[in-house]
């Protein structure tokens, strides 16, 4: 999906967890991510690891349809890509 003229990409991407749970995550380092991408992401307490499932514009309409927000400030952040060890250590739980 294209992103419409004048406007910016859109900063959110839903993230896939091991449990099938889904969530939304905000871009704030404009990390170049892609369908399947691992990556980790702020938890409470601490960072989860989960992989990338929607990401553009598809992502907010994912939002509105679930009644999130875009400009709401309780979307966590995705950290950065997974690192080997940051894998190594996912698949292990």
Known sequence: MQVPEGNELFD???IRFK??????YRNVNN??????DAVAVEASPGHDMGTVS???????LQ???NNIEADDEGIKKVY???SQNDLKKWEDV
Request: include cysteine; hydrophobic fraction near 35%; aromatic fraction near 8%.
């Open 54 to 60: 929607v990401t553009g514009e598809l992502v907010r």
């Open 63 to 65: 939002m509105k349809k």
């Open 31 to 36: 990390l170049s991510l892609l369908y399947g």
């Open 19 to 24: 449990n099938g749970r889904k969530s939304f």
């Open 80 to 82: 950065r890509k997974a």
């Open 12 to 14: 959110c991407v839903e």
